[in-house]
């Protein structure tokens, strides 16, 4: 067989893998309780690997806010200190088969979306998304909102849903996409069928309703909440197409706000890396592209599996956020299918006469055709200590692809 | 000040009072707690006033369907003997502040939504939608769910409506246009809302779990739940804009299966009517187009306020069901400019680049452009007996606005 076939057939494989992927909820615990590798003291984050002195302002105020909920330092200054002797290890999610939003920071004491994806067996985690101390905020108010997740709703949400049992989230997903959800920055439709969902599960679950009420105000209120749920959906369903000899399909794009890196099915686990991109975007009142930080954060998994910037034609209500017309929107998800390998038989796009998203981002034709991946991305501030400032759109950088073509040609190249 | 002047003047206060309504569900309360004129062995229907022995098929099963449930008769049978000796008062729902879906029956213990224009303070009440009786089935199990319905969901969402003091739903509607609903027949996002939101009062009214639990599940499967509640804000948006001197807006447009009437803001009481068309649709499996009854229903009064139809380019979703394409939907949107008299300010298109909703349907302007409203509905069988069999897209009949023309003309000749 020549090496084309060879990758045609290992591509197709990918995306069989990817399209029969089942994503299920199936418990909301505590990052040391199911992370493998996980150690205390220990920080995951998004991205490829770096370390703390090279990370950006985002990330480090994050890891800073991260470390004061932790109670392993008492204050800013003595997190940074602890920080730069050392004293605190600093993996990527990536590496834990996890995912993170923005500066993507999971530690031990953090209740995770618990994911497994049904069909091949495989778990992945992703931790809550909210809008301060994950964009490098570190503040008392931020701290507080990850207390309140860790200390109240999460855990009744997880008494529901083990009440429950689990809960199927392709449903969810299949649904959410013929509602304008594009499962990357607007998540209105997902979270409120979600709430739903776990609205029945906290009511079945007999809990007292101060819990009740605090929680069902939470997940009702919460126009991402289910962005976790689709970052860990999208990390079981594209670690179960990795490591297939000869596939050129990426299996993992991740920001750190440093560097942009991208994983290759057939290539192992190895990075391919490119400066972070500048996010072309929208900037909330206050701030403007002047204070912007560069691209960051593991949600370009949404990406990864077709869907965020993919099926942005389908989610013309996210335009107020990131910009760009209907018209332009539609362009790109077409355009899309000039670097993908397949449709989805499942995920749709009603906006487009329903046809499949497009997914399986295959290396040769980035580099063929000189079109990268789109996606849609919030914007931290390039300084620490700072909230959401903005989304908008931001291209992958075409020199990860490049070397990773380089790469598959030497690997390969005995064929 | 010239006729025509005083046309626009009074149209321009037409649509802006449509644009300043403000519907508040406050009460979900039996017909006969709170409809004018509802009298005690009364059914109202919908669409233009009809005899007993002119209806059409579905509005007689549905008729048969409400005797049964209010015990007025034992059997099928004997409901008919009851009608065709005159012994059951009918009148349509408009000539009651009401509205219901179909066949539209309402009968004094059915409970209905209770919504209040804020703004004018003028109440309107829609049923309960459901897929049988109101398509005029009258088996067992189609009685079984107006049963449901009186006994349990709706005393339950009364007393959690009540604990949370009202509910405003143009947040809901302003939010589902932006999530693919176009609020006719597509609930898919307001239903979800709107269940978010109940499920909170549900669990702060401390309602027993047996309740609670057949509650939420009800109100969280029930895609179309949102539709009465649209039908009775349209109903009280549109009612505050009737009864301007000198306005050619059409205030309501409804059909009963064998006559399609349309009411106009300054024309009085009196209905315009033409048969009623046929829909052009798509058909549940089992059944095709020889089945179809004519179109039926108050649900146009969507239309009626710019949603439904008007809107659907902005809902491609709902293409499976009724037929079409993303851009024909799109250009049915935009046709409708050419009839109607403003954009609303809030209920926005995302999918068109945001523009507001077309509404105020000018009968002058149909007649001129011979561009008539486009309403998707739903398809009932043409026999009783039978539930939904279908969907599709039907256009209002242009005679009805000709001779709405005409009585205008003649109203208005001494000026």
């Given at each position: 067989?020549?090496?084309?076939?060879?990758?045609?057939?290992?591509?197709?494989?990918?995306?069989?893998?990817?399209?029969?992927?089942?994503?299920?909820?199936?418990?909301?615990?505590?990052?040391?309780?199911?992370?493998?590798?996980?150690?205390?003291?220990?920080?995951?984050?998004?991205?490829?690997?770096?370390?703390?002195?090279?990370?950006?302002?985002?990330?480090?105020?994050?890891?800073?806010?991260?470390?004061?909920?932790?109670?392993?330092?008492?204050?800013?200054?003595?997190?940074?200190?602890?920080?730069?002797?050392?004293?605190?290890?600093?993996?990527?999610?990536?590496?834990?088969?996890?995912?993170?939003?923005?500066?993507?920071?999971?530690?031990?004491?953090?209740?995770?979306?618990?994911?497994?994806?049904?069909?091949?067996?495989?778990?992945?985690?992703?931790?809550?998304?909210?809008?301060?101390?994950?964009?490098?905020?570190?503040?008392?108010?931020?701290?507080?909102?990850?207390?309140?997740?860790?200390?109240?709703?999460?855990?009744?949400?997880?008494?529901?849903?083990?009440?429950?049992?689990?809960?199927?989230?392709?449903?969810?997903?299949?649904?959410?996409?013929?509602?304008?959800?594009e499962?990357h920055n607007?998540?209105?439709?997902?979270?409120?069928?979600?709430?739903?969902?776990?609205?029945?599960?906290?009511?079945?679950?007999?809990?007292?309703?101060?819990?009740?009420?605090?929680?069902?105000?939470?997940?009702?209120?919460?126009?991402?909440?289910?962005?976790?749920?689709?970052?860990?959906?999208?990390?079981?369903?594209?670690?179960?197409?990795?490591?297939?000899?000869?596939?050129?399909?990426?299996?993992?794009?991740?920001?750190?706000?440093?560097?942009?890196?991208?994983?290759?099915?057939?290539?192992?686990?190895?990075?391919?890396?490119?400066?972070?991109?500048?996010?072309?975007?929208?900037?909330?009142?206050?701030?403007?592209?002047?204070?912007?930080?560069?691209?960051?954060?593991?949600?370009?998994?949404?990406?990864?599996?077709?869907?965020g910037g993919?099926?942005i034609?389908?989610?013309?209500?996210i335009?107020?956020?990131v910009?760009?017309?209907?018209?332009?929107?539609?362009?790109?998800?077409?355009?899309?299918?000039?670097?993908?390998?397949?449709?989805?038989?499942?995920?749709?796009?009603?906006?487009?006469?329903?046809?499949?998203?497009?997914?399986?981002?295959?290396?040769?034709?980035?580099?063929?055709?000189?079109?990268?991946?789109?996606i849609d991305t919030?914007?931290?501030?390039?300084?620490?200590?700072?909230?959401?400032?903005?989304a908008?759109l931001?291209?992958?950088?075409?020199?990860?692809?490049?070397?990773?073509?380089?790469?598959?040609?030497?690997?390969?190249?005995?064929?």
């Amino acid at each position: 067989m020549e090496i084309k076939q060879k990758i045609e057939k290992a591509n197709e494989e990918a995306v069989q893998r990817m399209i029969s992927g089942l994503p299920v909820l199936v418990d909301i615990a505590p990052a040391g309780e199911v992370v493998p590798g996980l150690e205390d003291r220990m920080i995951m984050h998004s991205g490829p690997p770096i370390e703390w002195k090279k990370m950006c302002g985002a990330q480090r105020g994050a890891i800073i806010g991260a470390l004061l909920f932790e109670g392993w330092a008492k204050t800013p200054k003595e997190a940074e200190k602890l920080l730069n002797n050392g004293e605190i290890k600093i993996e990527p999610n990536h590496h834990h088969q996890a995912v993170g939003p923005m500066a993507g920071t999971i530690t031990p004491s953090m209740p995770l979306w618990v994911v497994e994806n049904k069909t091949f067996g495989n778990r992945a985690f992703c931790r809550q998304v909210e809008p301060k101390q994950q964009f490098g905020e570190f503040s008392e108010e931020a701290i507080k909102g990850l207390e309140l997740w860790r200390d109240i709703w999460a855990p009744t949400l997880r008494q529901a849903l083990n009440k429950m049992g689990e809960l199927e989230l392709a449903p969810i997903i299949t649904k959410a996409l013929q509602m304008g959800d594009e499962l990357h920055n607007r998540h209105t439709a997902s979270s409120s069928l979600f709430a739903n969902e776990m609205a029945k599960g906290i009511a079945d679950a007999d809990i007292p309703k101060k819990e009740t009420m605090m929680t069902l105000g939470y997940i009702t209120g919460h126009n991402l909440i289910f962005l976790g749920l689709a970052m860990a959906s999208g990390k079981a369903i594209a670690d179960a197409a990795h490591g297939i000899d000869y596939s050129t399909v990426v299996t993992a794009m991740a920001r750190n706000g440093t560097d942009f890196g991208i994983r290759v099915s057939g290539l192992g686990d190895e990075w391919f890396t490119a400066p972070a991109p500048v996010v072309d975007g929208l900037y909330l009142p206050g701030y403007t592209s002047a204070d912007g930080g560069l691209d960051m954060g593991d949600s370009a998994i949404t990406e990864t599996v077709g869907w965020g910037g993919f099926v942005i034609g389908g989610a013309p209500g996210i335009l107020s956020l990131v910009g760009g017309t209907p018209e332009e929107a539609i362009g790109y998800s077409k355009e899309m299918r000039n670097i993908t390998t397949a449709t989805h038989s499942t995920y749709r796009m009603p906006g487009l006469g329903s046809i499949g998203t497009s997914m399986g981002i295959d290396i040769r034709k980035v580099v063929q055709t000189n079109i990268t991946p789109i996606i849609d991305t919030a914007i931290a501030h390039q300084d620490p200590g700072y909230p959401i400032i903005g989304a908008g759109l931001v291209r992958a950088p075409i020199e990860c692809f490049k070397s990773a073509l380089i790469a598959f040609s030497k690997k390969y190249s005995g064929d």
